[in-house]
């Protein structure tokens, strides 16, 4: 263990009955899961994203479980990781959790974020081609519309509809 | 050199003279639209590429769009043969959010609808599953018998696959004691079929042969891995989400969860058809102890107009107060999980405050096991692919979203 994580178990974030943690630096996301899966988390159910343009940020978020310590309490714990817009980057939790690799490549295509350690970082269920650096889930991605003119309400009142 | 050949209807991509890739897919590798590209050596399988999102139609964003109501029906499309349990989720979600909670009855047609659901979601995973390894009249059989509970499931709720029942604070249609004998006439016919199952499909010596020690996935591999539902109670690990959190009925009634240790494509069958036998026994026990009453919550009761009480008087049918056109809850987040038929489905909402969800994260079971495409092939033969594949019921609608 490294000596950053030495210094996070000291501020035992884990000791409350806390259902939910927040975390502001990147850095801090191994040591905590490490901790977490010791306490019995041993499955990732969901990992995603959100995104808020307002604060300029972007959140990770993870939810946790556990099915061989069945009387865990919180059953399902909420890890989130606050994230730069800028350079959204996070390391892989693939070797804590192998149960996020293909949800870490959806993060991924989705939201943009870069799993640092992560084996096979490509898109898994959009294009890659027609989706490289274009990233659906953001707030400000626009849907593409289709160019279809319907005709105008008056016309089809008036009987010019044929 | 690289050179796309036609192999046998598949295109495959020739690496040395002992390796080949194979394309398999995306037009129905065996069921469904997705494209598993496998590296063999002669015909053993020492690496596979499942290639999903062939019918990923974007309900993530597309849910940022839509009213909160709007999106149950949007979401019950992620997998149409387990509308209700997929439908329940994001219900109980927004029923977090909402703060409203549905009275004892509406509890128990859910929890009717959730294992009508199981049951028919397990008769067409089997009925896909038979055909891929070749097994005709096992398709036809369970597809046929499929048929009694969708029917079930329509005289619920009035649709037979997108029912739409669920909405906050109770279900859209009451039922009558009629349909409650009827119900009990299609478990006893189903009951008496799976000892027919048995005798033509799980214990045929043909199918046997293809399914046991095939694709054999460890209790230790399937946790580390986060498989859900059957495919993990096959391997071993007694859990669901009916036990760890109870949802609608599930207080209520007693049942067994299935496990089997093998963790091969046989015991994943076997625990199919036991997970059907619960169910049937879940849903004796739901029709012996329905209780009468609302089946919506008190705060939206008081909001009916005298047409809309006449209409629930006369056809036991709720029509939606005006206020579900705009709902707003109040800012937040939730989330729901309701054990499917494929097992966990989870939903986590945000709200902002607002007529539509600020962002709604789902993920499905079939998602969640996908990954095994990607491990359990391995060292397997091309030939036990299908078997491999069908076995774990993989729905690709339900997982590419």
Redesign the interface.
Known sequence: MTDSSREFQGTSLLSEKTSEIIIDSPDQLLPLAKQLKDKGY?????L?A??YPKSNELHL?I?ISS??K?DLQP??FELRVKLKKSEPKVPSLINI???????EREAYE?FGIVFEGHPDLR?????QEEFSGVH??LKD?K?PEEDITLKLKEDVKSGTNK | MEQINNVGGFSAKKVDDKTLILFFGPQHPSSGHMRIIVKLDGDIIVESDPDIGYVHRTMEKLSETKEWIKNSVLFERLAILDAGNVTQAYIIALEKLLNVEPPPRALYLRTILSEINRISSHLYGMGIFAIMIGSSTGYMWFFGDREIMVQLAERITGSRLTHTYHIPGGVRRDVSNAFLEELEKGLNYIERRLKDYEVMFVNNPIIRSRLENVGVLSRERAIELGVTGPNLRASGVSYDVRVEEPYGAYQFVDFEVPVYKEGDALARTFQRFDEIRQSISILRQLIKSIPEGPVLNEKYLKLFTKKMKDIWDAEKRVKFPSIFANLRPPAGKAYGRVEEGRGEIFFYLESSGEAKPYRVRVVTPSFRNSILLKYLPVGERLADLPAIYGSIDYFPPEADR
């Open positions: 041993d499955h990732v159910i969901s995603s959100v995104d978020v939810h099915y061989t069945r059953k399902v959790w192998p149960s996020v690799e293909f949800q989705m898109n898994i269920l959009l294009d659906p889930l991605f849907i």
